[in-house]
């Protein structure tokens, strides 16, 4: 099981930084994802950046979610 979302913050585009229940920061790039068809409401910007984390789970307030597990694994290492 991979480590849990805990905090997320926009950056830009289509892109959050996520930071997991371990303390490792990650940014997740939906770009791509948001041409699938259950992603599509996120291409409205505004919408994308009023994520949440809900129940461990990445959340838009129009119920779209990310799995937990596809969120660590779509996400790259944050470096500062």
């Known amino acids: 099981m991979y ?3 805990k ?3 926009y950056i830009k585009d289509y892109k959050l930084l996520v930071t997991f229940d371990n ?3 990650r940014i997740f790039d939906a770009e791509k994802l948001i041409n699938d068809k259950w992603f ?3 291409k409205n910007i505004g919408l994308f950046k009023s994520a949440k984390i809900v129940h461990k789970t ?3 307030p129009n119920g779209t979610d990310i799995c937990p597990d596809d969120l660590y694994e779509l ?3 944050y470096e500062i």
Do not use: A, G, I
Request: charged letters at 35%; zero cysteines; hydrophobic letters at 30%.
């Open 3 to 5: 480590p849990r979302p």
């Open 7 to 9: 905090y997320v913050e």
């Open 23 to 25: 303390m490792e920061k």
């Open 58 to 60: 990445l959340e838009w």
């Open 40 to 42: 599509s409401s996120l």
């Open 75 to 77: 996400s790259k290492h």
